[in-house]
């Protein structure tokens, strides 16, 4: 009994001194450390006590983005121009090159020189004209009286090459020393008419030629090839069907110099390599409705296709790995046109189109990622044309609800990272 009390008596002396059972206190220099210690640790309480707690402004600006001090993306909440999602697209110089001429469905090229050739019906003259530059004035001639509906493609001697509507079939314009040359490029037969041309130079220099044979209740594509003079075909589809109601192609000439087309057949889109006598054919995206395809090549050789859904009024994007096709959403909420394509030395797509809602001239690309819009012009209306030149810079062709013919080209971005994503000016 009293050793178990004067363990007891042990357990309460050491608690009371801030010890415990089993704990022997130090001594000399372990002693001096130990209260060290315990002062250091109370100098960081109470410097703790008195620091104030961390704060931020979640949006001091205003503009719906959380500011990146308090872990959100707005990277300046001082400026309500500046977070994610804004447009960081760069600046544009804009020219009339026709005014009033009652410009309609401008189709642009560049030579090997970077020059614009701007080629558009003018309503005003009736006339197929075209437009380029001579020092800092735009220059306009006719090319043909009545044309309409004109494609354009320069070869590889410079020599312009233009495809049109006439009452009369297609015609072919060419730019020569002494002006521009027309003679009869294919004639319709009784009832029929001849539409939609779209071109291409193919791997052998040679002018290719794409367009819709329309009668009554059908369409059906044919080809052409000119080498002097002009041979012309239905498209070979590849073991696809024949459906009566084939829609306006587009034609491109891949890396190799093979010459393709997409089209809208019954609504489907479509694609044909013109290769040989065996073309090779697939449906990019069955059941789309789609409608006003646009075609070019990636520098890898893939196809990139840009069109409209017709069901939900909205703008895709189909990309070819050279095995299969993906699809993906451009825009859903603006009732975009027929819209341009242009594919940069990166890779990168760029997309001209108007909202059919308010007339807007609206440019998209993915250079950066994800798509990021810009509103160009309140006032495109009557067809889009884009290019991209050797140094990479933007060029671009249409009219515009006042009838002016317009070009806009790209001059570089103004050095703020205006979307947040870590890179100025895209």
Known sequence: ??????????????????????????????????????????????????????????????????????????????????????????????????????????????????????????????????????????????????????????????????????????????????????????????????????????????????FRDVAAGSSALHLGTWDGDWTIAPLARGGLADPPDDGAPSLAADAEGTVHVVFTSGGELRHVALVGDEPVADAIAPGADASAPRLAFDPSGNAVVAYRNETDRSLWIARSDGETWAVETVDARNDPGQPALAVDRQGAIHLLYHAAGNFDLRYATNAFGDWVFQTVDRSGEAGTAIAIDGDGAIQMGFATTDSDLRFAGHVGGDGIDQDCSGKIDG
């Open 1 to 210: 009994m009293s050793a178990r009390l004067a363990s007891l008596g042990l357990a309460a002396l050491l608690a009371s001194c801030g010890g415990k059972a089993g704990y022997v206190p130090p001594t000399g220099e372990d002693a001096a450390a130990a209260d060290a210690d315990a002062g250091d640790d109370a100098a960081s309480a109470d410097a703790s006590a008195d620091a104030e707690p961390p704060t931020c402004t979640v949006d001091e600006d205003g503009d719906r983005s959380t500011s990146a001090d308090c872990g959100g993306r707005d990277c300046d909440d001082g400026d309500p121009s500046i977070r994610p999602g804004a447009d960081d697209p760069g600046e544009w110089t804009f020219e009339t090159v026709d005014a009033g001429g009652w410009a309609l469905g401008p189709s642009l090229a560049l030579d090997r020189a970077g020059e614009v050739h701007l080629v558009y019906e003018n309503l005003s003259e009736g006339t197929l004209s075209h437009a380029t530059k001579a020092g800092d004035e735009w220059v306009v001639e006719a090319i043909e009286a009545g044309g309409r509906g004109a494609a354009l493609a320069i070869d590889g001697e410079g020599v312009l090459h233009v495809l049109h509507e006439s009452d009369d079939g297609l015609r072919h314009a060419r730019l020569g020393a002494e002006g521009w040359a027309s003679d009869d490029a294919a004639r319709p037969a009784e009832g029929h008419r001849l539409a939609q041309p779209s071109l291409a130079i193919d791997g052998d220099g040679r002018l290719r030629l794409a």
